[in-house]
């Protein structure tokens, strides 16, 4: 797989044309289609090939695609054949590299296919956010002035009372984050917020400032602005989300298993460079 998309820029398909006639036998992935100087081609390789093409490919027809993945691993097989080394451990440990990664894929794929289904996903979107459209409590948005201490926030709370712009005073007194933003912490649902901040604003109406709320931070003046209902998202809408998160817990959790069970044993990594993984001129030894 690795070898087709290294060498996809120089070995272009170059034969996309009509379909050869092939008979129309009963065909394994064992059928030859071709021989190269005594090397076989069969299907297996085609359908391994194809499989591996980028998305783009395959809206060309199966006809032309047959053809051209043929002419293709005829030139490479061509080029594999007057390699000078064949045997040499760069090529060893490459097939290697490349069989560890095909397997450990195919592993990967089996346990996620038997864990991960529709009523498997469906159950964690039921466990996540109940039911379809369901009530999934209120978000708030809000602006804050945070500052140092008790009677700066009271000293704030008069301005706005006499008029001040909210934002303004943000803007030029607030030591958070969100004061050059005229303090708006935008939307935020519930424990985004720590508890005493997040119980002032549940007290507050939309528009009002709060009295002064201390916390880790400081003291806050806050602002209202809006609150709005949070409904759960449709099923069709996360499921593939959700089935990812899925797919990589339970690989996650099956690597931790076999870890578990498994013989391993490592060298002594201090007595050995790191850096000896970019020295390519040991596979030539």
């Given at each position: 797989m690795t070898f087709w998309k290294k060498t996809a820029s120089i070995l272009a398909i170059t034969a996309m044309m009509s379909s050869s006639s092939f008979a129309q036998e009963a065909t394994t992935a064992e059928t030859v289609v071709a021989t190269i100087n005594g090397t076989d081609i069969t299907v297996g390789h085609l359908i391994l090939a194809y499989d591996t093409l980028p998305e783009n490919y395959k809206s060309i027809s199966t006809?032309?695609?047959?053809?051209?993945?043929?002419?293709?691993?005829?030139q490479q097989t061509l080029l594999s054949q007057t390699a000078q080394n064949p045997d040499a451990p760069a090529v060893r440990y490459a097939l290697e590299n490349e069989k560890r990664l095909l397997l450990a894929g195919m592993a990967v794929g089996d346990v996620a296919t038997a864990a991960v289904t529709e009523d498997t996903v469906r159950a964690r979107y039921a466990e996540t956010y109940g039911a379809d459209g369901a009530d999934l409590g209120v978000e708030?948005?809000?602006?804050?002035?945070?500052?140092?201490?008790?009677?700066?926030?009271?000293?704030m709370i008069d301005r706005l009372s006499k008029?001040?712009?909210f934002t303004e005073l943000a803007k030029a007194h607030s030591t958070g984050p969100s004061g050059p933003n005229g303090g708006e912490l935008g939307w935020f649902g519930e424990g985004m917020m720590v508890a005493e901040f997040e119980n002032a604003v549940k007290a507050m109406k939309v528009g009002a400032v709060s009295a002064p709320v201390q916390t880790q931070f400081g003291w806050h003046v806050i602002k209202l602005n809006d609150t709005r209902p949070v409904k759960a998202p449709e099923f069709e809408s996360v499921q593939a989300e959700l089935a990812a998160d899925m797919q990589r817990e339970v690989v996650e959790n099956r690597i931790a298993e076999l870890q578990k069970s498994a013989t391993i044993t490592k060298v002594d990594l201090t007595k050995i460079d790191s850096a000896v993984i970019k020295d390519v001129s040991l596979l030539e030894q």
């Open positions: 006809e032309q695609l047959f053809e051209g993945l043929l002419e293709q691993m005829i708030y948005s809000a602006a804050h002035i945070l500052l140092e201490t008790e009677d700066a926030a009271k000293d008029g001040a712009d």
